[in-house]
Structures are given as C-alpha cells and as structure tokens.
C-alpha cells in the first residue's frame, strides 16, 4: 500500500527555520516525481515545489523560491522541504503528494499524505 | 501573471449531472497543460480523480470524467450522488515544471 507520512511542522516565528519531512512507503521512490502542495486556512491549494523523479530536477513556486530546498534522501525514502526565512503568509498545511506511476512528471499528483501544520506567528 | 480559473460554487441535483470548469485569465486551456483534477472535503487530504485531462486515477468512479470544453478543461460529474458535495481544485502545468492550482469550486448536492 503506498503511504506518505508528513512530519515536523510546528509553530515558529517570522524569520525562522523548519524542515518538514514525507516518509514514502510502497512505490519506488526514486524514480517518481514528489512534490509539496499547501493550504492556508480556509484558503485553496497552492503548489510549492516538486523533485522529478527522472531528472533529479527541482522546481518551485516564486513565492517560496530563495526561501524554500526541496530535497530527497533515497536510502530513507523520505522527501525533505528545508523552509527558511519563513513569513506568516506561509501559515498552511503543507502536504507531500506522489506523481503518477508512469514517472512522467506532467501527469501532476497521485497520492497525498495527510498534511502537516505550519504556523508562522511572534 | 497568469490566474486559473474556476467557477467559485456551483450545485447539483442528486443524480442530476454538473461540468465544472478550468480556464485561464489569458489564453485557452488545451491537453498540453496536462490538466489535473482533485476532490478534497473539509478537513480532509485532497483526492485525485483526474490527470493528464480524462485519466481517472486508480479506485474513482466513471461518472467522473475530465474533458477539454471550448477553451476550458472540465470536470463532468454525471449522476450526482451526495458524497459528491466537496471543493474541487484544478490545476495546470504551466511548463518549465511549474504548476499552477485554481481557486476551487465548492459543489453542493441538494
């Protein structure tokens, strides 16, 4: 059964540092796309970054880039995303999500984890 | 910048059929933005349902079905059931490996 598991989100204050973590089980983790995606309260999804799975490429949204590295450990199978300089815009659920089992990278999001809180406030 | 765009609400009937759509604040929608679409009920992680514009993902029920509608991609729920009632979020590959969610739309079943 393919599982994403998110851990570390946690209340921190503007201008900090977290480093939230997604524990894959099930699937052939380093040959498939993953990404983050976030939800600030009562808002709607947003797409953060994502790793190809392929490539080794990664790619962010322009409100988190220079802020936010993607990054994966393979011998882990757990995907990391080190976010610094944090703002209170980044408040959200942030969720770790698979790519499609074809590898191609355009087929978007497949499974979801069940989210982790971020809140960002003195 | 460019904004997807999706119908802010919208309701159904029980076994009645719905189309949401996905647009773009400049330009059409085609099968090149590998259009991709999620269920997602309150409290809850979202769902795929549909990717690469009319690929249903593994377990979702074919009266759900993803279609390019005039310059739009779209969601077609045909006999609408009341587990149905969720927001649903589209999104776009915008090249260059970045997406770009929309707004979402609630759906009511009533």
């Known amino acids: 059964e393919v599982q994403l598991l998110e851990s570390g989100g946690n209340l921190v204050q503007p201008g900090g540092s977290l480093r939230l973590s997604c524990e894959a089980s099930g699937f052939t983790f380093s040959s498939l796309a993953m990404s983050w995606v976030r939800q600030a309260p009562g808002k709607g999804l947003e797409w953060v970054s994502s790793f190809s799975g392929s490539s080794g490429s990664t790619y962010y949204a322009d409100s988190v880039k220079g802020r936010f590295t993607i990054s994966r450990d393979i011998s882990k199978n757990t995907l990391y995303l080190q976010m610094n300089s944090l703002r209170a815009d980044d408040t959200a659920v942030y969720y770790c999500?698979?790519?499609?089992?074809?590898?191609?990278?355009?087929?978007?999001?497949?499974?979801w984890g069940q989210g982790t809180m971020v809140t960002v406030s003195s | 910048q460019t904004v997807v765009t999706q119908e802010p609400s919208f309701s159904v009937s029980p076994g009645g059929t719905v189309t949401l759509t996905c647009g773009l604040s400049s330009g059409s929608v085609s099968t090149g933005h590998y259009p991709s679409w999620y269920q997602q009920t309150p409290g809850q992680a979202p769902r795929t349902l549909i990717y690469s514009t009319n690929t249903r993902s593994s377990g979702v029920p074919d009266r759900f079905s993803g279609s390019i509608v005039g310059n739009k991609a779209a969601l077609s729920i045909t006999g609408a059931q009341a587990e149905d009632e969720s927001d649903y979020y589209c999104v776009l590959y915008m090249g260059s490996g970045i997406w770009v969610f929309g707004g979402g739309t609630k759906l009511t079943v009533l």
């Open positions: 999500a698979k790519g499609g089992n074809s590898g191609n990278y355009r087929d978007g999001f497949d499974i």
